[in-house]
């Protein structure tokens, strides 16, 4: 085995974070050895919780876990790749919406950076947890 260590990135918003993330992060953990959850902020999107909200919110889940870092990023997924030495961008897709946006996403990420995507389907039982979902329930109360 080489010393070179597998590195994940783990891209989204992440407004919030959710058990179906989280799903896909332990299932990325299990295929390489480090995996970095980058939390996206577009200024044209409004979000429920501020980038420091979530970014403490995902450190606090994952405090202790030496395999997982966590970092907010402004620019392209492709740059965040490029810093933390990430070989692969790993994504979740719940439906065939979700499949193809990623699909697209994914070929500009390997035409423009040369990095990889690993879609990872939902699991059956989390398929319907979204952040979307999440917000509207917290923003009716």
């Not at 980058?38 to 995902?58: C, D, H, Q, T």
Request: overall charge positive.
């Amino acid at each position: 085995m080489s010393d070179t260590q597998r590195i994940a990135l783990f891209v989204g918003s992440f407004d919030p974070f959710t058990e179906g993330h989280a799903d896909i992060a332990s299932r990325a953990l299990q295929l390489f050895d480090r995996l970095v959850i980058g939390i996206g902020v577009n200024p044209e999107k409004k979000y429920l919780f501020s980038e420091e909200e979530r970014l403490a919110a995902i450190r606090q889940r994952y405090a202790g876990n030496q395999r997982i870092s966590v970092e907010v990023y402004h620019d392209m997924t492709i740059d965040l790749a490029r810093r933390t030495g990430a070989s692969c961008i790993v994504k979740g897709v719940r439906t065939m919406k979700d499949f193809l946006y990623e699909r697209r996403q994914a070929e500009y990420n390997y035409e423009h950076g040369g990095i990889e995507t690993l879609l990872l389907p939902a699991r059956k039982e989390l398929k319907l947890v979204s952040s979307s979902r999440i917000r509207k329930k917290l923003t009716k109360k």
